[in-house]
């Protein structure tokens, strides 16, 4: 029995099972997208197609697919692989809260540069302190500070691991290099 087709008015809204066919926008490779076993509505009059919610998930598996890209339900596994809340992983992609929770839901898709971070984040969840580490503003500071403890005992040097987890710029990995030299020399004299 017809419906009434919310775009043109008529009474000619129609249950449609079978294969569905799409045509995908020219960013999206490997023309036209066919998904077998569909149900949906077309309008006999205006030709609207209102798709069930299970033929427009699998419209949507197959585009990520085509692009490249992770899909949602992988982009959920990876963030909690790397243990983050949702509130963490869009702040480490700089990306609003909102936003990241469109993509793990599947409201929106994500560009390629996020999903190559995404994806980064899921075999290094290390790299998220290491880059955390690099942009603390107070880092040269703590950095100097081991420095000049390096020579007290272990035990009683706050900071002896403040710079350990992230990579020193060459200039930095030059002065550790030099300090420890010095060390071990006033040790050997003294």
């Known amino acids: 029995m017809a419906k009434e087709c919310p775009i043109c008015g008529e009474l000619t809204l129609e249950p449609r099972t079978g294969e569905f066919r799409f045509d995908p926008p020219a960013?999206?490779?490997?023309?036209?997208?066919?998904?077998?076993?569909?149900?949906?509505?077309?309008?006999?009059?205006?030709?609207?197609?209102?798709?069930?919610?299970?033929?427009?998930?699998?419209?949507?598996?197959?585009?990520y697919k085509r692009i490249g890209l992770l899909g949602p339900d992988k982009i959920k596994d990876a963030r909690q692989r790397a243990g983050l809340t949702q509130a963490e992983m869009s702040q480490f992609l700089g990306i609003g809260e909102k936003t990241y929770t469109r993509w793990e839901s599947g409201r929106s898709i994500h560009s390629k540069s996020s999903d190559n971070l995404i994806r980064l984040a899921d075999r290094y969840p290390e790299l998220f302190?290491?880059?955390?580490?690099?942009?603390?503003?107070?880092?040269?500071?703590?950095?100097?500070?081991?420095?000049?403890?390096?020579?007290?005992?272990?035990?009683?040097?706050?900071?002896?691991?403040?710079?350990?987890?992230?990579?020193?710029?060459?200039?930095?990995?030059?002065?550790?290099?030099?300090?420890?030299?010095?060390?071990?020399?006033?040790?050997?004299?003294?």
């Not at 060459?170 to 003294?190: D, F, Q, V, Y």
Request: charged letters at 30%.
């Open 129 to 190: 302190v290491q880059m955390e580490a690099q942009r603390d503003p107070n880092r040269e500071n703590l950095i100097a500070e081991y420095f000049r403890g390096l020579d007290k005992p272990r035990e009683s040097n706050t900071y002896a691991m403040a710079a350990h987890g992230a990579e020193l710029d060459p200039a930095l990995a030059g002065l550790l290099l030099e300090r420890l030299r010095l060390i071990a020399e006033n040790r050997r004299k003294g």
């Open 27 to 63: 960013n999206i490779p490997g023309g036209t997208m066919v998904i077998q076993d569909a149900a949906w509505e077309e309008c006999l009059q205006c030709g609207e197609r209102l798709l069930s919610p299970e033929l427009d998930n699998a419209l949507d598996v197959e585009q």
